[in-house]
């Protein structure tokens, strides 16, 4: 008998808090064509997946309303066309949606052979936060051997990642701002983190910068934070710099922009997103990813030159708690995992 249906996370009336979140029945995706059924042995969260529980992120159309964007699994089931993979390869992937569940259906493209050395867990952490690294740093920022790197929020997932990769690929000065002296001797203990770190509440993170790049600025910020970094941020750059934003997270209006230095620093400014990106962007940058960093990654004691950090593992049955931790910013020295069983 083929079974037509599934666990997965789920939400009571849609939205809402934490306590709304439970495990139960759902239909079962059915592969379209180029896409694969992947059996989901661990999955990621997100601080997406907050916004998405609270009513203010929704999936885009057609897409699962379960939440999860990045998971690990088995190949179970073909899509009419699927060509790229066999039945059992085990696989990490990135997803617009649905991975809070038993199974996800999925692009083919936006798969990625899972590395032997890693494990569920570890493979499950690696696409949202290295992919969104990598567009930020190499594609838009366009990082080079000795160029000067600026990452703030230092300690989160994509900051982790970040660094590690800017190292990768030479960057010469990579400065880590964070708000605690914890989060900042964490980072400082990384076998490839940062070279300099800055806390962005007790000093100014412009005029360090400048003392660090002996007056010339970085050449690359990856900023999540807006508002608030604005001015320090244009201040910071060097001439030809290039910023990847990422989120607001202190605001979206900045009072009393001075346009001048962007005109004459020739400054770059990219705004980021990928949840919304087509297939075919998707399918281009994961492809990239899997050909420039993938095999470079281990877990934390693996020894590689970019490693993926967890700082706890949960049952998927303890979602709520899982999303709680997240919830409260106590994950800040790598990424939390569900795993389900």
Same mark, same amino acid.
């Given at each position: ?145 000795? /160029?000067? *790197?600026?990452?703030?929020? @230092? =300690?989160? #997932?994509? $900051?982790?990642?970040?660094?590690? &990769?800017?190292?990768? %690929? ?121 050909? /420039?960093? *993938?095999?470079?990654?281990? @877990? =934390?004691? #693996?020894? $590689?030159?970019?490693?993926?950090? &967890?700082?706890?593992? %949960? ?27």
């Amino acid at each position: 008998m083929v079974q037509t249906r599934m666990r997965a996370v789920l939400i009571k009336d849609g939205k809402g808090p934490i306590e709304n979140l439970y495990i139960g029945e759902t239909e079962k995706p059915v592969p379209m064509a180029g896409q694969v059924l992947v059996e989901v042995k661990a999955f990621g969260l997100n601080r997406a997946d907050l916004h998405q529980r609270e009513g203010n992120y929704p999936p885009p159309p057609g897409v699962s309303a379960i939440m999860g964007l990045e998971f690990s699994g088995l190949v179970v089931q073909l899509g009419p066309g699927a060509t790229g993979w066999a039945l059992g390869d085990e696989v990490l992937g990135l997803a617009k949606g649905g991975a809070y569940a038993e199974y996800i259906s999925c692009d083919q493209r936006t798969l990625m052979k899972k590395p032997g050395h890693l494990s569920w867990a570890e493979a499950a952490g690696i696409p949202e936060n290295y992919i969104t690294a990598y567009q930020a740093l190499v594609k838009y920022g366009e990082v080079e051997k000795g /160029d000067n *790197v600026l990452v703030h929020a @230092g =300690a989160s #997932g994509v $900051g982790i990642a970040a660094i590690q &990769i800017a190292r990768v %690929y030479g960057g010469k000065n990579v400065i880590a701002t964070a708000s605690t002296s914890e989060k900042l001797d964490w980072l400082l203990s990384l076998p490839n983190g940062p070279t300099h770190v800055v806390n962005y509440k007790t000093q100014d993170f412009a005029a360090e910068v400048k003392k660090i790049t002996e007056g010339n600025g970085v050449d690359v910020v990856i900023d999540f934070v807006g508002q608030s970094h604005w001015h320090k941020n244009i201040d910071s750059m060097a001439v030809d710099g290039r910023m990847t934003m990422l989120a607001t997270l202190s605001g979206n209006d900045v009072p009393s922009v001075n346009l001048w230095p962007i005109l004459y620093k020739r400054l770059r400014i990219q705004g980021s997103t990928l949840r919304a990106r087509s297939p075919e962007y998707q399918a281009d940058l994961v492809a990239k990813v899997e050909r /420039d960093i *993938v095999d470079k990654i281990t @877990g =934390a004691e #693996g020894g $590689g030159p970019i490693r993926t950090y &967890i700082h706890k593992k %949960y049952s998927w049955a303890d979602i709520q708690s899982a999303q709680r931790e997240m919830a409260d910013n106590k994950n800040s020295s790598g990424k939390i995992i569900a795993e389900i069983s």
